[in-house]
């Protein structure tokens, strides 16, 4: 019997056996952990997604999904410990980005119930603004650019979020790029998930720009509406003088009416007087 032979292949058991033991117990940490996670997510998007928002349905499919694959990946007895480790360290790549882009969307949706709120408070002033009389046109003008600088604070800090998330995914896009070349260098072929890592970066990276350039258009647009707002407080304003000088006009006309008829009906009555007189005379 070949002593040496047996412990070899009992400490390779062994090995492959505490490998298999340690890629379990990860999965069993990274379940946990997933269930933790799902627990977060679903209950912030609860208050988010009363009236449901077809982008974040998307973004928690996606969610889901990554979830269930890394959860059936200690089952998979085709791939190595070392496989599994790879594999579930891309995975977890692809779940942090689809948190990321949760977590976006939610103060996305959390913005957007902000600025409805806001609308509904302008709205409301307005309307008492145009009962109340008294209101100057400096304070209207201080609380249009008040108005202005709430609204242009909260697309900046939107535009803030989508700068940050556009330099991590162009770091993100940088390595997986280095990742894939070495790889060719290695095997003189591309790897199939790092080739899909390349592209889902960039496709990550693409759609930031355009919510970028779609913030930076909604700041120009807060900016022209606070210019014709005031073009039109001053076309208003105008135009309040021309009424009042209208009215005015008209009370002066009705004024010069009522002299007027007051001197014929005078008129009117001397010369009744003056006829009233001769007939007496001609009575006598």
């Known amino acids: 019997m070949n002593i040496g032979a047996t412990q070899g292949y009992s400490y390779s058991s062994s090995l492959a056996f505490g490998q298999n033991q340690y890629t379990n117990g990860l999965g069993i940490q990274e379940s946990n952990k997933s269930k933790e996670e799902r627990s977060s ?49 891309e995975i977890q790549e692809q779940i942090d980005d689809i948190k990321s882009q949760i977590a976006l969307r939610q103060q996305q949706l959390q913005q957007q119930e902000k600025e409805n709120a806001q609308k509904e408070i302008e709205k409301r002033q307005r309307e008492s603004a145009s009962n109340n009389k008294d209101i100057t046109e400096e304070e209207y003008r201080n609380q249009l650019h008040q108005k202005f600088l709430t609204e242009a604070s909260n697309v900046m800090s939107e535009v803030g979020i989508h700068k940050r998330l556009k330099v991590k995914t162009e770091g993100e896009l940088r390595v997986a790029s280095i990742e894939l070349k070495s790889s060719m260098a290695r095997s003189g072929g591309a790897s199939k998930s790092l080739t899909k890592n390349v592209s889902e970066a960039k496709k990550r990276l693409s759609q930031n720009d355009i919510k970028l350039s779609e913030k930076l258009g909604k700041l120009n647009e807060l900016a022209n ?18 009424l009042k000088e209208k009215l005015e006009e008209t009370k002066v006309a009705k004024e010069r009416m009522y002299r007027n008829n007051s001197e014929i009906e005078e008129k009117e009555e001397k010369r009744m007087d003056n006829r009233y007189d001769k007939h007496v005379n001609v009575l006598i």
């Open 41 to 89: 997510i679903n209950a912030a998007e609860l208050s988010f997604n009363k009236q449901g928002d077809s982008f974040l349905e998307s973004l928690r499919e996606q969610y889901k999904g990554y979830q269930e694959e890394l959860n059936s990946l200690s089952a998979n007895e085709e791939m190595t410990p070392e496989e599994k480790l790879a594999k579930r360290k």
């Open 225 to 242: 509406a606070q210019k014709d707002e005031l073009k039109n407080q001053e076309k208003d304003s105008k135009n309040s003088i021309s």
